[in-house]
């Protein structure tokens, strides 16, 4: 029921046009830096063959390209994930959704689910473009499976967020900016850890970028895993209980 759930969700985005354009758009910006990273990499490459343990293409291309594709998801996962659960509280179709003879546990995991395939076909489309660097040379492939695998945990927690506040309301487009506010916070919280103090170490541990970087560097910790992992089965839990609540209501 999982699947047939996320099955549903993902052909109902399909059919929406704001999908549509979403992935043209994404598609369509990161191509654009993807080709600028390149320009500059051969800006900067008779400088590079002179240096001693000079960044790689990896370094220069990648790395960036992937950093810039998580900035740009941030502003449009909202958009994704407000009409998960907001949108069936307004048509009112949420009372048969919960009534039908399926767990609340299925209906937010296929919800959840739906939202992050088509996450992933977007990002497919961004992975596949530092692989066309093969053609032409090398690339660091554990780099740039550290990368794609931070920019997974990193999105799947962006729909976990927007999903759990798509829960707490019937406005669609009161969801989307207040999951945005949410995870612009959680973005910046990076931040707080130039006041040099405790609590200010505490905030950045706590952001989304500051786990979300190492893996760029290649550098892979069980604690950045654990951080994405205990965060997202956090929401998603939040986002049962709130649909439950409903539940015993009607």
Not at 10 to 27: G, K, M, Q
Not at 75 to 91: A, C, K, Q, W
């Amino acid at each position: 029921m999982i699947f047939t759930l996320a099955a549903r969700e993902l052909r109902s985005l399909f059919l929406s046009p704001l999908a549509w354009v979403i992935l043209a758009v994404i598609s369509g910006i990161c191509a654009y830096f993807f080709l600028l990273y390149i320009d500059l990499y051969l800006q900067l490459q008779p400088r590079l063959a002179a240096a001693v343990n000079a960044p790689g293409v990896t370094d220069i291309i990648v790395a960036p390209l992937f950093s810039t594709a998580a900035t740009v998801l941030l502003l449009v996962t909202p958009l994704l994930t407000m009409r998960l659960i907001s949108e069936e509280r307004r048509s009112q179709t949420l009372s048969l959704l919960i009534s039908a003879p399926i767990s609340m546990s299925e209906i937010i995991l296929g919800k959840f689910l739906g939202v992050f395939s088509f996450v992933m076909i977007m990002l497919v489309l961004i992975a596949a473009m530092p692989l066309s660097l093969l053609a032409g040379g090398s690339l660091d492939i554990g780099l740039w499976a550290s990368g794609l695998l931070g920019l997974i945990l990193l999105l799947a927690s962006f729909c976990s967020i927007g999903l759990y506040i798509s829960t707490l309301t019937t406005q669609p487009t009161v969801a989307a900016i207040a999951t945005f506010g949410v995870l612009l916070l959680l973005w910046i919280l990076n931040l707080a850890n130039t006041t040099g103090n405790g609590g200010g170490q505490v905030l950045a541990y706590l952001s989304l970028l500051s786990h979300y970087q190492p893996l760029l560097r290649g550098i892979f910790s069980s604690t950045d895993i654990i951080y994405y992992l205990l965060f997202i089965g956090s929401f998603i839990t939040l986002s049962i209980r709130r649909l439950d609540a409903d539940r015993l209501q009607h």
